[in-house]
Every structure is written in C-alpha cells, then in structure tokens.
C-alpha cells in the first residue's frame, strides 16, 4: 500500500515550485521546516472513570490505553504515548484514596512544571475531563483548583480546557435521542446549566475564566460495538484552539479517520470550519511568516491544499473534490478578517468561543434590555457599530494582537460581564466607556 503522504511534506513540495522571490521561498521553507520539528504535549486527566481512555482513543484512533470497565484504575501513573509529532500523557486524577491521590498530584504537579530545552514548559494544554454522568465533582473541582490550575504558570486561562464527558447519561440516560445520537431539549438544558455551575465553581475557586463544554466519547468494551461519539468535532476544535498555532498542525495527521465519530454535534457552531480556519491561522501567521503575502500566496497550497483536504474529509466529514475549495476556506478569513466585525465578538472569537456563547449573549441583552433606553444609549451604540469594525481591523495586524485582546478581556469585558450578572449595569456601562476611549486612543497610534 502506497504511504499516505503528510500535510507538511506536501506543503514543502509546492513551496518548490510556487512563484515567489527566493528570498520568499527560502524564509518560507525555513519556517515549514521549523514547523516539522513541533511537537504537541498534550496531557489528559480527570477524575477515575471519567472515561480518559475512550475520549483519546475517539479523537486519536489508537488503543493507548485499555478502557477501564471496572472499579479500579487501568492507568496507575502517568502515561506517555508518541504519536509522531503528538505526544500524549496520560495521567490517573484523584479518587483512588488519599495516599494514590497524593503521589497523582504530586506527579501532576511536577509534569505541569517541567520545561523544554527552550525554557518553555512542555505541557502544552491540560485537558481535564469531567464525568458528566454524576452530581458528585468535588474530586474534580480538587484536582482542577488545587492541582493543576495553581500550577500552569502565567498563561493559565489558556493552557487548560475542561470537557465533560458522558454526556449521554447525565441523566441516566434519559431524554437521550439513541436514534439520532443527540441530546433531548430537557437534557440540553441540564448539561447547560452543568457547564454554567462548572465554569461558576472555577472561577469562584482559582478566579479563572474557563469555558467548558459537553461531550460524549462513546465507550469500548470487550465484545460490544463502539458506540458513537457525540460533539467530539467541538472537542477537537476547542483542543486545536487552545493549542499554540505553530503546534497545531501535527494534530492533522493523527485524528481518527472514522468518519462516523464526527457526524454528530450541536448546532451553536460550525466547528469544521473553525478548525480549517485554526489551521489556516497557522499557515498563514507561521508558514508564510515574513513572506510577502500577496492574493497569489493561496497557489502554494494547490496540492497540499489537496492533501489537507483529504485528511480533514476523511476525519470530520468534509469533503473536497478539489484543494481550490479548501484554500478559499483557509484563505478568506485572512482576506477579511474585521470586516463588519465587532469588539467583542472578536475577542470571543479570539479564545474560541462560539457567536452564542454565555458572555456574547450576555452583552446582547445589556445592550437590548438596557443600554438602548438610557439617555445616551442609542447614541453609545451607534458610534460603536461606526467604529468597531476599522478598530477590529487595526488590531488584527498588530503583532501583539493576542495580548490586545487578552487586556481588553481582562481589564474590561470581564468586569462588564460580572457587573451585568450583579445587575449593576451603569457600572458596566462605564466600564464599557472606559474601554472604548481607550481604544480610540489606541487607534490613533496605531494608524500612524
């Protein structure tokens, strides 16, 4: 059988022969090179049988590790599995007993604070998974406050991403839709607001934002079929999100190439296009760096466009004839990125969260129910939708693009939203002047 061919090498062979400057050519094939050699360290915990083993063997197409049936842990200590490039630890979370719960979180601990040759730490992401099947996540809740969050470093809110798993029998499987493998409305509603008490619990805990979603891997037993995993697509997306973009790609040439794994998501998302534009993000802000990137760029990516397309088709169900379908889903987001955009929106975007997350819908009901009747509401909100957008633009081509939109969320969208949960909204409403004066002025310099 003829040897799948990579994403990277084929990205390499059009570099060859695409028409560019030499000096474009020989940056360019620096920075995929570069690329190649990236690895992603992804660590996977959770509480016992919160079902680790099935959610990698669902997203990673591998039997790393036997999927524990009974009482007692499969994984003692913590696992290591290469995947090329994707290197996954498999670490055992508390409820095995006091003495195994202390020696799991000192290990933790110390993987959490290791680092690489370049003084990074190797952990790149902690996916904590969460058993969406009980009300009981004090475990849980210890090993994420006292563990693993006090432990990530500067950048916690973004190297840790929380599931929650079994979401087919959160309700002990009741108003689950077998036929259709999706929840019912009385069970979508129950694991909302599982996710609200969840996020609430964090952040009264470590005062860190974190977003988490539901999930169903599906499970293995020995003798029975498999059954089919449920939003696994959103799982795979938010992981890729919370990935560094130049480690992103190596997940590529990993994912279960199932096709029926993938099939079935919510509708709050269009996950598939949102991992194709996390990808594109990382060839465009990485591969292409310091090239000139011209309308022609995109030719580079005929035949790796192709291959890329293949992979992803097989994985997550979208299929191209073609790779010029694909380039011009890679490209466009980077062609009009800020178009018609607004601030908040896109520093939402910007952490991953979907256009009807908690704290979009949160502001479009201050906005709606409040701020238009005060005196100066209208006319706050119209010179917002006058000057949001160009403002969006400017910053999506400053360097520091991520550190512009993590001030805005921190010193500002934070505050406005905690404010509008208290129901002091003229509170928010000037927290919300603040901003925008700050981004005038912010504007200014940038346009000079």
Known sequence: MEKEQK??????????????SEADRSRVMKNVLYLKKQKINLMITGATGCGKSSTINALFNMEVAKVGVGVDPETMDIQKY?????????SPGLG?????????????????????EQGKYLIDLVLVILDGSTRDLGTSYELINNVIIPNLGEDKQNRILVAINQADVAMKGRYWDYEYNKPEDQLVKFLDEKVLSVK??????????????YYSAGFKEEGMAQCQPYNLTKLLYYIIKYTPEEKRLAYIENLNKDEDSWNNNDDRGNYQKGIIENIGETIFECALEGAERGRDMGAILGHAGEVLGQKIG??????????????????????????????????CEEYGKPDDCYE????????DNWLQYQKDGKELIQRYYDTAPEIVELINVQPNRKEIYQRLNEQYLSKCLSYIEAGENEKCKETYVDMMEYLYSEERKWKQ
């Open 82 to 90: 290469e995947l090329e490039n994707l290197v996954l630890w498999d």
């Open 7 to 20: 994403f990277l090498d084929a990205l390499e062979e059009d570099l060859r022969n695409a028409d560019m």
């Open 96 to 116: 095995d007993g006091k003495e195994a719960d202390k020696r799991h979180s000192n290990n933790i601990i110390q993987k959490l604070k290791e680092k690489d």
């Open 200 to 213: 609430k619990r964090i952040k009264d805990g470590t005062g860190i934002d974190v977003d988490p979603i």
């Open 360 to 367: 979009l819908t949160a502001f479009r009901g201050f906005r």
């Open 314 to 347: 097989t994985t997550i169900g979208m299929v191209y004839g073609t790779g010029k379908a694909l380039v011009e889903t890679i490209t466009k987001p980077f062609k009009s990125r800020g178009k018609g955009c607004y601030i908040t929106t896109a520093t």
